[in-house]
């Protein structure tokens, strides 16, 4: 099994920050690879796929890049909206998560 | 407007079983191979298991291997979940999901709102 470790667990930050989280596969996955936000009570919200493409109708401040067994995804100004849990997810092997990255207020 | 929505989550006792469904409407159901995802209360997302668009495959997390069969009816545009045998640890919000992309690189493009499902005595 793929297995998907995201750094850090949690994350606090200002309006304004641009943030990274980091997500590491086990063994390569190439590009095969998705970022979710989800809030709280809500289900998962599809943001990135194939490591760096955007979503329709995600802004442009959240970006994804990396290939192989490292991947990001950086929001460059944070904004009121943004504060969640981000999920990566591999689909290079069936579907695996990360174990998720709680962006909160600084 | 496109959606999925999930029903017949419950307590049950474990042992005892369950039947979740997932409604889908706005989108060409019968064209979409389909997934169920889980999340135990406060922790993280586990994929269960994904059927294709005729029912001709299907695959499963290891975790309810043998135990969950996923089902479903096109004529009804309808996705089920049987689960039998169910375990304190499959207590969690079971979500429908979509995929997009082209099979294999699958990822999920449309969520549910999701159904919970309670294992307790």
């Known amino acids: 099994d793929i297995q998907m470790t995201q750094s850090p667990s949690t994350l606090s930050a200002s309006v304004g920050d641009r943030v990274t989280i980091t997500c ?22 599809l943001l990135i796929y194939k490591a760096s493409s955007l979503e329709s109708g995600v802004p442009s401040r959240f970006s994804g890049s990396g290939s192989g067994t490292e991947f990001t995804l950086t929001i460059s ?12 997810q591999q689909y290079n092997t069936y579907w695996t998560f990360g174990q998720g990255t709680k962006v909160e207020i600084k | 407007q496109v959606q999925l929505v999930e029903s017949g989550g419950g307590v049950v006792q474990p042992g005892r079983s369950l ?8 989108f060409t ?26 029912g001709s495959n299907k695959h499963y997390a290891d975790s309810v291997k043998g135990r ?25 919000l079971y979500y429908c999901a979509r995929p997009g992309g082209s099979w294999p690189a699958w990822y999920f493009d449309l969520w549910g709102r999701g159904t919970l499902v309670t294992v307790s005595s």
């Open chain 2, 68 to 92: 969950f069969t996923i089902s479903r009816d096109n004529s009804k545009n309808t996705l089920y979940l049987q689960m039998d045998n169910l375990r304190a640890e499959d207590t969690a």
């Open chain 1, 24 to 45: 590491r596969a086990s063994q390569s996955i190439t590009s095969w690879l998705a970022w979710y936000q989800q809030k709280p009570g809500k289900a998962p919200k």
């Open chain 2, 19 to 26: 039947r979740l469904s997932c409604a889908a409407s706005g």
């Open chain 2, 29 to 54: 159901f019968s064209s979409s191979a389909m997934h169920w995802v889980r999340q135990a209360p406060g922790k993280g997302l586990e994929w269960v298991a994904v059927l294709w668009y005729d």
């Open chain 1, 77 to 88: 100004s944070l904004q009121p909206d943004d504060f969640a849990t981000y999920y990566c």
